[in-house]
T-cell receptor, first 113, second 110 residues
Framework: AAGVIQSPRHLIKEKRETATLKCYPIPRHDTVYWYQQGPGQDPQFLISFYEKMQSDKGSIPDRFSAQQFSDYHSELNMSSLELGDSALYFC????????????FGPGTRLTVL | SQQGEEDPQALSIQEGENATMNCSYKTSINNLQWYRQNSGRGLVHLILIRSNEREKHSGRLRVTLDTSKKSSSLLITASRAADTASYFCATDASGNKLVFGAGTILRVKS
């Protein structure tokens, strides 16, 4: 079965650079979520979209923005990168606007040097 | 962790033994999910239990939920070396986003 696809899988950036992470949800899933997992930490919710509209917002820095496009894929844009942004970034998708199982992608490992 | 604690933080057992992990949470929930994560890899969904359910089984997994105590447990029976991973519980405490527990690191020795 098709799973959530994330790209790139690994990304290395310098401080103050920008990064764009992409997420392609499972077909027919209408909701996308972004999570950040620091080293040795549990995943933390950043932001979610339902039917291309932002549906919830968590501890996402103002330097980050995200959107969901007409084909339901989503992009997380990160600017003015800091060392502390180094983490695994997961995208998850679900159907019916949520309250059901969220399926996670393999994650993008971002390293900021 | 934002939501609660997982207990124990780390667990080391022999292959074939059972492993029990506990999770506590702080707010009312619609459902609780358990995920597995191999080191530095993605989160794999194991099982979802709804707030009106008390127990659920899936293969070697058994999950219980006690909403009066705001706690859940995950039992893995007849553990295998391949079960070595971190296990997280997650609740949809507020809206649809998941709030994760701190996780239990399980090591199954062969």
């Amino acid at each position: 079965a098709a799973g959530v696809i994330q790209s790139p899988r690994h990304l290395i950036k310098e401080k103050r650079e920008t990064a764009t992470l992409k997420c392609y949800p499972i077909p027919r899933h209408d909701t996308v979520y972004w999570y950040q997992q620091g080293p040795g930490q549990d995943p933390q919710f950043l932001i979610s979209f339902y039917e291309k509209m932002q549906s919830d917002k968590g501890s996402i820095p103002d330097r980050f923005s995200a959107q969901q496009f007409s084909d339901y894929h989503s992009e997380l844009n990160m600017s003015s990168l800091e060392l502390g942004d180094s983490a695994l970034y997961f995208c998850a998708s679900s159907s019916m606007g949520g309250r059901v199982t969220q399926y996670f992608g393999p994650g993008t490992r971002l390293t900021v040097l | 962790s934002q939501q609660g604690e997982e207990d124990p933080q780390a667990l080391s057992i022999q292959e074939g033994e059972n492993a029990t992990m506990n999770c506590s949470y702080k707010t009312s929930i619609n459902n609780l999910q358990w995920y597995r994560q191999n080191s530095g890899r993605g989160l794999v969904h194991l099982i979802l239990i709804r707030s009106n359910e008390r127990e659920k089984h899936s293969g070697r997994l058994r999950v219980t939920l006690d909403t009066s105590k705001k706690s859940s447990s995950l039992l893995i029976t007849a553990s295998r070396a391949a079960d070595t991973a971190s296990y997280f519980c997650a609740t949809d405490a507020s809206g649809n986003k998941l709030v994760f527990g701190a996780g239990t690191i399980l090591r199954v020795k062969s």
